[in-house]
């Protein structure tokens, strides 16, 4: 079974700052790793994913992330917030050769002040 | 076309009543779920189709029914519901269902008083 955990439910920056939100997960196989935002009253959107090769993954919106197998995490980082990215982010695993379908983290909230 | 379309947008039904849920794509994709998602907690999944059969079924109340008439289009019957079902409804689809990359609906807003 895989899993992943979020640190931190909320995460408050303020515009032009980094951003950096926080994802670990758990895989009894080398995973497949997403990273997915919504914005209020909205779905779901790929941001950017994981899959194998190269291990610092750019995304849309100017977010990237990098797979770090001896820390299993991927951190979602972008160097500078702007308002519009307020919104909720999802860190998501699967498996592949096993269940495809990806398992939900908890979800980050990130908050840009003026 | 990369969209997934739910209709409606929001719903209020009471706990006799029977309505319906309906997601639409046209990217061709052979694999669709619906997802539950309350405020503030990530999507739970209910179901998936596969080749507009059921694939999974997440041990869901028989309250709620999904049904698939053909490849772009998905259903879900809701009947006697409980306010506490009361959330988020999202529709996805992917290429196949070992296709990793969901696309997501806007979803609906059901509250059940």
Request: charged share 15%.
């Amino acid at each position: 079974a895989q899993s992943v955990t979020q640190l931190g439910s909320h995460v408050s920056v303020s515009e032009g700052a980094l951003v950096l939100l926080r994802c670990n997960y758990s895989s009894s196989v080398p995973p497949y790793l997403f990273w997915y935002v919504q914005y209020p009253n909205q779905g779901l959107q790929l941001l950017l994913k994981y899959t194998t090769g190269a291990t610092l993954v750019k995304g849309i919106n100017g977010f990237e992330a990098e797979f770090k197998k001896s820390e299993t995490s991927f951190h979602l980082t972008k160097p500078s917030a702007h308002m519009s990215d307020a919104a909720e982010y999802f860190c998501a695993v699967s498996a592949p050769g096993g269940s495809y379908i990806p398992t939900f983290g908890r979800g980050t909230s990130l908050i840009v002040h003026p | 076309d990369t969209e997934v379309t739910q209709t409606p947008k929001h719903l209020v039904m009471g706990m006799t009543n029977k309505k319906s849920l309906k997601c639409e794509q046209h990217m061709g994709h052979r694999a669709m779920y619906w997802y539950k998602q309350k405020a503030k907690k990530p999507p739970e999944l209910m179901f998936v189709y596969s080749y507009e059969k059921l694939s999974i079924n997440e041990s869901v109340p028989s309250r709620f029914s999904p049904e698939c008439p053909n490849s772009s289009l998905l259903n879900l019957h809701l009947h006697a519901l409980q306010p506490e079902d009361s959330a988020l409804y999202l529709c996805a689809s992917s290429q196949e269902l070992i296709d990793e990359k969901l696309f997501f609906g806007s979803g609906t807003q059901l509250s059940v008083l």
